[in-house]
């Protein structure tokens, strides 16, 4: 009889250690974000204001870019669109053109099924399911908290996959938290 307080604070040992650690775990983000329709850019070309706007790429994943028309940038980095631009314009337009291209808006995600206010929101760079879910107005009584499923355009296709919260998202990306099931 004597012995049993001591086992019992033996086995518990183990068990608060592990209520005092913090689980962290990198939370991973695609490579160079690569431009698709919706997105806004920032074009700065040095030595010339009237040329420096912001240009929202069109459906066909183009910019309407003064001088030069349409320049593709569908798929490209800001680095490959400010390359192209300064090719584009350095065809009769300008010497050495300097430009520079950066992301002023993100195209947004979607949120529909058991969340606050479903619809489109802004994308931040880096989010996660769970912030999308937090921009959102957060769950619904009947949300399955666990995990949701995200819809994502890769290439020609619509791809789909049940995620965990912690999974990041993209600009685009349509997500559906599930009813819960009892």
Same mark, same amino acid.
Do not use: H
């Given at each position: 009889?004597?012995?049993?307080?001591?086992?019992?604070?033996?086995?518990?040992?183990?068990?608060?250690?592990?209520?005092?650690?913090?689980?962290?775990?990198?939370?991973?983000?695609?490579?160079?974000?690569?431009? !698709?329709?919706? !997105?806004?850019?920032?074009?700065?070309?040095?030595?010339?204001?009237?040329?420096?706007?912001?240009?929202?790429?069109?459906?066909?994943?183009?910019?309407?870019?003064?001088?030069?028309? #349409?320049?593709?940038?569908?798929?490209?980095? #800001?680095?490959?669109?400010?390359?192209?631009?300064?090719?584009?314009?350095?065809?009769?337009?300008?010497?050495?053109?300097?430009?520079?291209?950066?992301?002023?808006?993100?195209?947004? &995600? &979607?949120?529909?099924?058991?969340?606050?206010?479903?619809?489109? &929101?802004?994308?931040?760079?880096?989010?996660?399911?769970?912030?999308?879910?937090?921009?959102?107005?957060?769950?619904? !009584?009947?949300?399955?908290?666990?995990?949701?499923?995200?819809?994502?355009?890769?290439?020609?296709?619509?791809?789909?996959?049940?995620?965990?919260? !912690? &999974?990041?998202?993209?600009?685009?990306?349509?997500?559906?938290?599930?009813?819960?099931?009892?």
């Amino acid at each position: 009889m004597r012995w049993l307080p001591i086992i019992t604070i033996v086995l518990m040992l183990p068990l608060a250690s592990c209520a005092t650690v913090p689980a962290t775990y990198l939370v991973q983000t695609k490579g160079p974000y690569q431009l !698709d329709t919706g !997105d806004a850019l920032r074009v700065t070309v040095y030595g010339d204001a009237e040329l420096t706007e912001t240009y929202r790429v069109d459906d066909a994943g183009a910019i309407a870019f003064p001088l030069v028309g #349409t320049v593709p940038v569908r798929g490209q980095t #800001t680095k490959v669109a400010a390359a192209r631009l300064s090719a584009a314009l350095a065809n009769g337009y300008m010497r050495n053109p300097n430009v520079s291209v950066e992301v002023a808006e993100y195209r947004p &995600f &979607f949120i529909q099924g058991e969340v606050g206010n479903a619809g489109q &929101f802004p994308y931040v760079y880096g989010m996660t399911v769970r912030a999308a879910i937090s921009t959102a107005g957060g769950f619904t !009584d009947t949300a399955d908290r666990n995990n949701a499923v995200v819809y994502r355009r890769q290439g020609n296709e619509m791809v789909k996959g049940v995620v965990n919260l !912690d &999974f990041p998202i993209y600009p685009g990306d349509t997500i559906v938290v599930n009813e819960r099931w009892f």
